[in-house]
């Protein structure tokens, strides 16, 4: 049994251990039940953004269109994240931040505040807290420069939410929110049920989304919207990376494209996405992908290409080039990229 003041110990001397050693993670066994690992990675990133939609650090789905083209250059580190698990028998629980939080200047400090991305418990087949919605498929994501490559294609939101799996199906519930109605009265959670399957060719998931909206007039309206999302192996370490979903889906696609009610109408969407990466050698690999998302009601239609190339120097350490494309297509504005990043995986 390990004594308090050994756990101490072991706990100080990991984490000067984990600042200076190039290792992929860090877990440290403070008895036999219990243990504690760190994990996250160290990103730099410099970004050239040039055309009629205005910088941003990265793309979301909606942006700021300009009258006349602008162009702008930034160096920053804010996807830089930590995190934390805790394991105790069948008890995990697991912290991550980032600092995407706001605050800072260009002018002074350009510190940044961070925030809560992850914080959740988990107990056996039970999950609560705050993560990735079930509706999401994250080995759907592609790799890219830009913080998530192409989110106008992607489910990408995080809520708080109480998950059940049994085996391949998982079902929950997760937080309302009727973006551009009435909020206020959102009563009943919003229901998540999901399918996985996996195998040595690769993994597909199949999502159902159910949700009660609640309009600025008053009215109740149903939405329902289906995803199918996954990343299949074809040629030696090479994949493809797609996602489609169709229905009244609001604020889980693609960032912001569009809102859940706009006026007295629920908003209905399209969006796809599709990356294929190649490896040219065993750490030499590039990405092209697209991703589109449009809405009906709305007639938001907005679109990201890019195409990059990434070279892992060591086992941790990658450094890519990026250059890409974000396009609003219903205001008839877009944007060129260029980004360099170099990422440390602690």
Known sequence: ????????????????????????????????????????????????????????????????????????????????????????????????????????NEVISNSAN???????????D??????????????????????????????FIRQGQVRYTLGNFQVSLENPETWGGDPANDDLPDVVARYNLKGDWGSVSFSALGRQLNTALGNTETAIGASIAGRIKTFGKDDFRFQLHQGELGRYIGVMVAKDVVGEKVEDMTAYLAAYRHFWTETLRTTVL??????????????????????????????????GNFEMAD???????????MKYVL
Not at 74 to 101: P, Q, S
Not at 127 to 149: K, R, V
Not at 297 to 306: F, M, N, P, T
Request: proline residues 2%; without cysteine.
């Open 114 to 124: 961070p925030r809560i991305r992850h914080a959740f418990i988990k107990y056996k």
């Open 331 to 341: 205001m008839n504005v877009d944007s060129n990229y260029a980004q360099l990043s």
């Open 126 to 155: 039970v999950l609560a807290g705050q993560t990735w919605s079930t509706f999401m498929n994250t080995s759907a994501i592609p790799e890219s420069a830009d913080f998530a490559g192409a989110t106008p294609g992607l489910v």
């Open 1 to 104: 049994m390990v004594t308090s003041k050994t756990k101490k110990l072991l706990l100080a001397s990991s984490i000067v251990v984990a600042s200076a050693a190039a290792q992929a993670g860090y877990e440290i066994k403070l008895s036999d039940e219990d243990k504690i690992s760190f994990g996250g990675y160290i990103k730099v990133d410099a970004r050239y953004v040039d055309g009629k939609v205005a910088y941003r650090d990265f793309w979301i789905g909606t942006g700021t269109p300009l009258e006349q083209s602008a162009s702008q250059f930034r160096i920053f580190a804010n996807e830089t994240r930590f995190n934390t698990k805790y394991v105790h028998g069948d008890v995990t629980g697991f912290i991550e931040l980032d600092f995407w939080g706001g605050g800072g």
């Open 290 to 323: 697209y991703g589109k998302a449009k809405a009906d009601v709305s007639g938001a239609d907005r679109r990201q290409w890019s195409v990059n190339l990434f070279q892992n120097l060591t086992k941790q350490l990658a450094v890519g080039v990026e250059v």
